[in-house]
T-cell receptor, first 115, second 116 residues
Framework: AQKITQTQPGMFVQEKEAVTLDCTYD???????LFWYKQPSSGEMIFLIY??????QNATEGRYSLNFQKARKSANLVISASQLGDSAMYFC????????????FGTGTSLTVIP | EAEVAQSPRYKITEKSQAVAFWCDPI?????LYWYRQILGQGPELLVQ????????DSQLPKDRFSAERLKGVDSTLKIQPAELGDSAMYLC??????????????FGPGTRLTVL
């Protein structure tokens, strides 16, 4: 059963604008973590932001913020003031408790920033 | 800044040949993961180590794939013989020991394998 769903295969955003990348997840666990990674064309997976299931406040890291809606099981990534260097694939992941922290990954969203 | 090291970055091989990938995790990270990422998909776990022990290799095609982490530090993933369907990005990641849902996995640059 698919645990992470990213419904936007591709997104476009104008430079300096904000963009939201969607992520929904499916779990019956109470404790879990949600992560976002950026993967440029070079291939490395770059960690961006983390949200714990018990965290009451939305996580923020510089221009990245995570819009966490636990009841809806969604963890959308918001990138503010988009830059050309933000063009990449973005993956949402969920950690699985009691498995040594194994991750489920979504299928990713390709973001293109337009000058 | 500490990083996960992987080599080679690119590998082209012919089917039925053997290939090996190497990973050196961030110093002090007890947990090491090998993933395979097919183009257009998210990474999928192949094997997970805690120190030198295998925690989970249920998704590792054991007829042709093997992985080891003999001293609990660096790790090698081997494919023998390689098949056309093995063409993918192979990613290594590491995280700290606690094994809780809060642990972030840090990834290396990956090895892009092409099997001809």
């Amino acid at each position: 059963a698919q645990k992470i769903t990213q419904t936007q295969p591709g997104m476009f955003v104008q430079e300096k604008e904000a963009v939201t990348l969607d992520c929904t997840y499916d779990t019956s666990d109470q404790s879990y973590g949600l992560f976002w990674y950026k993967q440029p064309s070079s291939g490395e997976m770059i960690f961006l932001i983390y949200q714990g299931s018990y965290d009451e406040q939305n996580a923020t890291e510089g221009r990245y913020s995570l819009n966490f809606q636990k009841a809806r099981k969604s963890a959308n990534l918001v990138i503010s003031a988009s830059q050309l260097g933000d063009s990449a694939m973005y993956f949402c992941a969920m950690s699985r408790p009691n498995t040594g922290n194994q991750f489920y990954f979504g299928t990713g969203t390709s973001l293109t920033v337009i000058p | 800044e500490a990083e996960v090291a992987q080599s080679p970055r690119y590998k082209i091989t012919e089917k039925s040949q053997a290939v090996a990938f190497w990973c050196d995790p961030i110093s002090g990270h007890a947990t090491l993961y090998w993933y395979r990422q097919i183009l257009g998909q998210g990474p999928e776990l192949l094997v997970q180590f805690q120190d030198e022990s295998v925690v989970d290799d249920s998704q590792l095609p054991k007829d042709r794939f093997s992985a080891e982490r003999l001293k609990g530090v660096d790790s090698t993933l081997k494919i023998q013989p390689a098949e056309l369907g093995d063409s993918a990005m192979y990613l290594c990641a590491s995280s700290t020991r606690t094994g809780t849902h809060t642990d972030t996995q840090y990834f290396g640059p990956g090895t892009r394998l092409t099997v001809l």
